[in-house]
Structures are given as C-alpha cells and as structure tokens.
C-alpha cells in the first residue's frame, strides 16, 4: 500500500495532500447498495487514465493537462457530472484512441473541479459502478461509448471463507501500514471503520503498490471472492517486501555507527599522536580521498584504492611504510584513468601538418592518414603499433611530434638504447626501498592523459642485462589483444593501454627479437635522395639554424646550387644530420663575421663553401673509368643508406689459386668462390680456355679495405669482373649492378633498392642490372628519381655477362698463354 496522490494522468508532476482521511470518505453498507441500484446511462463520455486504475467506490483527485481532457471534464461538470472512466493500457501514448484503451473501467461522479495556477484542471472523482464499452460512438472532440453493467459475482454472507479472507486484509492492511513510514497512521482508523466488504478490496486494491496493468487485472475480476484472495495475495507481497527494506534499512544504519565508532577512535587516535609530538596526516589523506572521487574508476580500480587508503589510515605516519604507501595511493590518483583528449580527424589539416614538418615520406604520411580515416569511421579502433624502421637522420622520431599535433594528442618519447632492466618498463614492487613505476605509467602520468602518442626510441638498442629482459617486458606493451589491462609491478591493478598510439622507432631489424618484431606494423623510412635533402635544407634547416644562431635570411642566404654542394661534397648519409652540421659550420662562419662587425659575402658562394667547410671530401663515390679490365662496379648497402663499390680482380702467373681481401665477410668469400667454379665449369662457353685457370693465380679486392663488408648482393659483380679479367675485355662504361648468383648461373632478387639506386645517381651510373623480381621495387620508386636511369632486368649470368662486357680490350691488354 501506498500513500495516496494525486495522479496526473497527462505526465505532470504530483501534488501530495496531507492525509489519507481528507481525500477518503467512509462508504457504508447503505451508501453501497444505494450505488448498486443506480442506473448506468446508456452512453458516457471516455476519460482514459494514464497511471491509474479507479475502483468503485473509491474516491480519488486527478489532474488533466490534455485539451480533450480538460473539454471533456468541464462538460461533465455542467451536465450531469457522470462520467466513464478507463486506464490506458501505454502510459506513454499521449492521444489515445479507442485501440489503446481498455474496454473495462468505472463509471465515476465528479464531485469537485479546481482550477490549478498552471492552467491544469484537478477534479476530484468517486467510481460508482463497472461497466464495459459496448460501442465507440464518437472520438472528437474526446471518446464517447455506449456502455454496459460489468456484472460483479458476490459470495454469500455466511460465507466463512470469505469473511476470513476480509479479516485477513484488514490485519495485513493494518501491519502494512505500521511497517511504511510513507503511510500516515490515519489510514489505520479508515481501515478499521470501513463496513463494506466490497468496497474493502477496491480500497486496498486501490492503494497498493501495483501496476496499472495489475490493478486492471483485478478490476476485471468478476467473482469478488477470487478479487479479495487475489488482493491478499498481492498484499503478501507487499509485506514481504516492506520488511525486506526494513531489515536493509537497519543494517546500512548499523554499518553508518561503525563508521561514526571508528571516526571516534581515529580522533582519539589524532590526539594520542600530537601529545606524543607526532604530526597528523588526516588532511593529507583527506585531500588524497577528495581526488578519488573526481577520478573515472571503474568499480574494481575504487574498490583497490578505498582498501589502500584505509591501510594508510591504519599506518603509524612515523613508520617509513606511511611514506611508500602516500607516494603511492598520489600516483594512483594522478594517472589519468579513463582521461582521454578528444582527437581531431581533420584529414587536411592533418596532411599539412606532415608536409610542413617533413619533406617526402610519403608511404609513412599515407599510412598516418589512413590511421586517422578509420579512427574517425570508426572511433573505437584499437591504436596500431608502428614501427619506424629506417637508417639515422631520416625523422623517425620527429614525425612523432608531427602525428601527436595532428591527431590533437599529447606527446610521449622513451629513450630506450641501452636500456637493460625489465623493471624500467615493468616498475618494481612497492615493498622494495626506492622502488618507482615503470617508464610507461611515469610518462602516461605527465602526459595527464590515456591516449597520448607514445614514441618508443631505439628499439632495436635495448639489450639484456642481469635484471631480466626489457624487450620481453615490451610484449605486453605492444600487444594490442594483451595492452589493455597492462600490469604494472608498482601500481598492482591492471591499467588500459589500448588507446595509446605507439610508434616504435629502429635503424635495425636483426636486432629484435622476433615476437616483439612480430607485434608491430613495419614502416620503412629510407634515405633521402640530393633534391630531397636541398629542399629539406632550404625549408628546414637553414631557417632553423639562422634562428638558433641568432641570425636571419638577410644575415646569410644560401642558394640551391650552393646547398647541392654541401650534398654532395661533404655528407654521405641517408638522413641530414651531418648536413644540418655543415649548414650550421657556415652560419658559424657568418655569424662570426657579424658579431665582429667584418665584411662577409651576404650569399654563399662555391668558393666561401671551400673556405668555411675545406676542400670536398666525399668523392670516392664518384665513378671511376673502365680502363682496366677486371673493375665493375656494385651497389651496396650500408647502416646510413645506399653506396657503390669497386670489385677488382686481377690475374698473376701461378697455379689457380684465389686470393679475396677487403675486409670480406663469410657471405661475401662465398659468392667469390661460387664465381670461379661458375667459370670453371662453363669456361668454354664463356670463351676462356680452360688450361689458362690452372697457370693464373685470381686475386678478388674490394677497395676500402678497413670498412668490413658482407652480403650476397655483390655476387654478380664478382662472377662479371673474373669473367672480364679472364677474357681480358672491357666492362660497359657507367655501369654498375647488384644480385645474388646461385652454382647454376642463376641471379637473384637482393634488398636495400631504392637506397643502392640512390647511390649510383650521386655516382653519375647511366645503367643498372638487377634481377627481374627486384622489377617491383623499382615500381615502387617515384619516377623522378628515377630520370636519367636505364634499367636492365636479368635471371641469368649469360644475360649479365652479355650486357656488361664489351669487345673492347683494355690499355693494358696482356695475351693470356
């Protein structure tokens, strides 16, 4: 049972009234048979009900705030206040019509209309009679019906079953009552003076707790005896329920006077301790609790801290553990749990941005953009691992900072050469002295959010010490199926990474460990080409140097032809780090010149370059001719990007043996092997008289005999320059090659392309021979690059040798006898 309220029936708020005995007045048994023996008009006007049920009987206030409501109401009222009253079966429809009401209700007499300040209309019903809709004869301006007796089945009144029942909802309607503090004690006296059996169960059925859709269902009960056992039944319930809350009630009051008895201790505790001189910490946790609250946990993360701030409570803030657990519970509460920054997926804006911080990397700017195109499809994309791998200098870990402003993210770098402990990346357990968070939770704390883009430097330079192995630690880390409940040893509960955005960034690929490798998406950054470097000095390094220098374009400027030279003369690496060196050594120069107020060339000259930088040092790779025979020339490549090289041999008088230097690795002596017994086996069909290997000793160099070589790829090269040596002709001028070759003459695709293409542009080489599979990545190359190049596509060392050599006999031409 309940309360009793005004129900309004078109979604408006509720008014209470005081008491239940101002708005209930006792029926007797006179009043209810004078109600029987009333007549039902033949056709009435329809209120549908939103949220009630009106029994007969009862007496209940309404508030209408529909228009055909309000009409209806005030037509009743100035006619002859009788009414038909039905619930709506959805609540929710807010013009009902016949199809959503039910056929079932009360015929109901108005008995007040009030007039409410807000424009709503409260009227004050009694229900009379049950009646059912026989016909729907109008619906405009509301529901009008003709109607018929609903006829109700009574029991007898020597029925004892059914006066126990009555007496049984007496006495349950009266502990209910008792048991809800909602319910006021008057309603006890109308329950207890209330003579009509009838007119009990429509009262109690009218109050209780119940659905419309419920109350209905009891309305329609024809046979009043199963009414009021059905009415028992829900009172049951009700009971039941009631002391349920009751009993829950009494116990969250039993836990709150714990907490008042150990708010009482802790005080006491307080005093204790500043009589003893102790200094009281319960503001330092107060404040730490205060940051709890702001925070976005989840209920497992809450339910860790409240336990860890209550073993703070418990601790002497003397003992040197008070100290580990506040350092602690105040990074437990500045992580940025569930703090993300919101990004942006302005594609344009994004592209800009990368063009203007970097020059060329397309395939990396492309890959970024795609990124950004499914997060914004998407917005719930998982971030993917990338791994920048590419030779020093190129921008690996500058397009970081360029990708975190472009998606409106923090940004977080971890250097992580030479790093050889598990725990920098894992933490150590709090109960060690001086232990800390792993590198990733100290970097997401500064970075005050979750979804930062964190570069991981180097890491093909971690290695592995007595500590454990922080590659392995990185698995975890780099998993985006594992990393979103990553476990730090320090903080104890698992932390999400799964919206952080990784890039890893690698000069080498050997060095890591496969499962690691495995995790992420491999990006190749190679070198830069002299036009790529000239612009990226032009918009890039000389402003930035002028800048740091404290000089400007009028100072020094510095021509593209001049820039070129600097390229060439005196840098060979893929990236411009040594370039931005040299650039700086000449506004050193100027800068000088300024401060000491001298006279300078405003514009860089060719000659100011040989005076500031010294004569070019870098020519080695500049092609040599092909006088001699025996000299090819190969493409290699190196650490910092492509290069060529010279295979030389020479033939001597002695008994066939064959002689290798220039620092060669196993790999390298293995192609110069296969070479010779390759000619041996086929020296007719290559025109060499068999006879003339067994008089001649073979002697293979590769110049540059203190840098160590190794790899496959000069395998052509080797076989090309006996083969020369031997037929004592001339190899193609502006020549050079790469491949690997197999016993059978076979040649074979080999890597590093675009950087050994690169190179044999800086060396002014016209052709090139590679293998016919190495076809797609010159495919991949930009055409621009590629000006100037022809490109000769083989599979067998005939092809090569067919190419290379020409008829032309060197200057020093020897007769081999």
Known sequence: MSNHKILNIDNLSQHEFDTEAE?????????????????????????????????????????????KSIKLLNDANAAGKVIGVVSQKDEDVEEPTPSDINMVGTVARILRVLKMPDGNTTVILQGKKR????????????????IKEYAEVRPLEDDVEFNTIIESIKELAIQIIKESPNIPTEATFAIKNIESNSFLINFVSSNMNLSVK???????INDLKERALETLRYMNLDLQKLELRNDIQSKVRFDLDQQQREYFLQQQMKTIQ???????????????KAKGRTKKWNEKTKTHFDKEVSKMQRMNPQSPDFGIQRNYLELFVELPWNEFSKDNFDLKRAQKILDRDHFGLDDVKKRIIEHLAVLKLRNDMKSPILCLYGPPGVGKTSIGKSVAEALGREYVRISLGGLRDEAEIRGHRKTYIGAMPGRIIQSLKKAKTANPVFVLDEIDKLS???NGDPSSALLEVLDPEQNSDFYDNFLEIGFDLSKVMFIATSNSMTTIQPALRDRMEIIDMTGYTIEEKVEIARQHLLPKQLKEHGLTSKDLTVGKKQLEKIVEGYTRESGVRG????????????????AMEEEYNKKLTDEDIIKILGAPRMERDKYENNDAAGVVTGLAWTSVGGDILFIESILSKGKGGLTLTGNLGNVMKESATLAMEYIKANAENLGIDPEVMTKYNVHIHVPEGATPKDGPSAGIAMLTSLVSSFQQRKIKKS?????????????????????????????????IILCQENKRDIDEIKPEYLEGLTFHYVREMSEVLAIAITDQKPKNFKVLD
Do not use: W
Not at 214 to 220: F, H, I, S, V
Not at 579 to 594: D, F, G, P, W
Not at 739 to 756: D, M, Y
């Open 735 to 767: 020549l050079a090659m790469t491949g690997e070759i197999t016993l059978r003459g076979k040649v074979l695709p080999v890597g590093g392309i675009k950087e050994k293409i690169l190179a044999a542009k800086r060396a002014r080489i016209k052709e």
């Open 464 to 466: 592995q010490g007595n």
């Open 274 to 288: 500043e009589e003893l001189g102790g200094v009281s910490h319960e503001e330092e946790i107060e404040e730490l």
């Open 579 to 594: 370039l931005e060196k040299q650039i700086a050594k000449t506004i050193r120069y100027a800068a000088k010149s300024v």
């Open 214 to 220: 419920e109350k209905q269902d009891l309305l329609m």
């Open 131 to 146: 009646f059912e809709i026989d016909a729907i004869t109008s619906e405009e301006p509301y529901i009008k019906a003709t």
């Open 23 to 67: 708005l209930i007045p006792l029926m007797t048994p006179e009043d209810e048979e004078e109600m029987n023996n009333e007549k039902l008009p033949d056709d009435l006007p329809i209120l549908p009900l939103r949220n009630t049920v009106l029994f007969p009987g009862v007496v209940i206030p309404i508030t209408a705030g529909r228009d």
